[in-house]
């Protein structure tokens, strides 16, 4: 029985600049049985079928389409422009120092980038039970790692220090993070350009 709940990091405030389609690579149509299911709201419905605590690190032009399935509540939006309307920086770090500092109570994190929609609900609470023995963990199939990644409370100075695209691997490095086997390829599959989206579509 898992003690800990730790909250799901959704991270969705990249500009996705090498998507090079038409609109934002997060609001792309998935196609198939789904129905009109955006990339965006696979990996949300994933997130929330854990049951875990989500909050999601978006934009303002992505807000409204995180809105329609995510409490007001859970969401952090960033701003795109400083007061003296210069581009925020958008880079991993700084949303997973935003999705940590909102849920500082929390058991824990799962870093869980939205461009990912292909992990499933059971990958993601096994990273979640990880954190019951390790402090750091990450999904891995066929022994090569992927996502989510977890991190449990002892690690929360460090991640609200996170800068810029670094994201958290020096912290994962550091702490020589456990895999977690899991049978899910898609804790490999991100979509970061409109060949991916083909791909997953096909």
Known sequence: MMKRR???VVLAAGRGSRFRGPGHKLE???GGASGAETLLARSLRHAIATRLPVVVVTTPAL???VHQLVAARDIVTLPERDAQGRLQPVGMGHSIVAGVSATGDADGWLILPADMPLVRPATIM???EGL???PVCYAQ???IQGHPVGFGTELYSELVALSGDEGAR???ARYAAQPIEVDDPGVHIDVDTAEDLARLRS
């Open 63 to 65: 807000a409204p389409a």
């Open 141 to 143: 199939y066929r022994g």
């Open 170 to 172: 020096r912290i994962v």
């Open 28 to 30: 792309q149509n998935l």
């Open 132 to 134: 019951e023995r390790y």
């Open 6 to 8: 730790p909250a799901v």
């Open 126 to 128: 096994a990273v979640a």
